[in-house]
């Protein structure tokens, strides 16, 4: 019985190199260290990408690309690279949008308040706009995970 399932480890580290690989990508830009980027849906590379390609190459790797877990991992690597470019993307998009409602909300109130103090307290907080990713952000998350996984089974 093996101690570690090597498509396990390779998702794994697929993950944690694409979410460290993400926090240095932003640390050369902004030319400072921010930790919650590192925690942080959206950014290149996508790292859910880099999860499930790491996954299935590994998969393909230990049981054979002709497997039916293969398949079935490569339909599911298909489907969260889809929802990362679509609907999580549309999603950040969405709430760009409702922040640029949100800022004007605040205006708005602060100029109808005036002196009077406020009678009850709203909180309105802004929304997470980077959620999704760019076509560019999930090749890259899926060329990482593939690299990864090729990695691993050369090591092991």
């Excluded at 690597?77 to 800022?103: E, F, K, P, S």
Aim: without cysteine; proline residues 3%.
């Amino acid at each position: 019985m093996e101690l570690f399932s090597y498509p396990l480890v390779a998702a794994i580290v697929g993950n944690v190199s694409a979410q460290a690989t993400k926090g240095l990508i932003q640390a050369i830009a902004n030319k400072s260290i921010s930790p919650e980027v590192i925690f942080a849906s959206g950014g290149m590379p996508s790292s859910h990408s880099a999860t499930v390609a790491a996954l299935a190459i590994a998969i393909g790797l230990q049981d054979g690309f002709g497997s039916s877990l293969f398949a079935l991992a490569l339909v599911f690597t298909g489907v969260v690279a889809y929802d990362a470019m679509g609907v999580r993307l549309a999603a950040g998009r969405h709430a760009a949008a409702l922040n640029i409602l949100v800022d004007e909300f605040k205006q708005l109130r602060e100029l109808a308040r005036g002196d009077h103090p406020q009678r009850t307290k709203l909180v309105i907080r802004r929304f997470h706009e980077r959620i999704g990713h760019s076509v560019n952000e999930v090749a890259a998350g899926l060329a990482v995970g593939a690299l990864i996984a090729l990695g691993l089974a050369q090591l092991g």
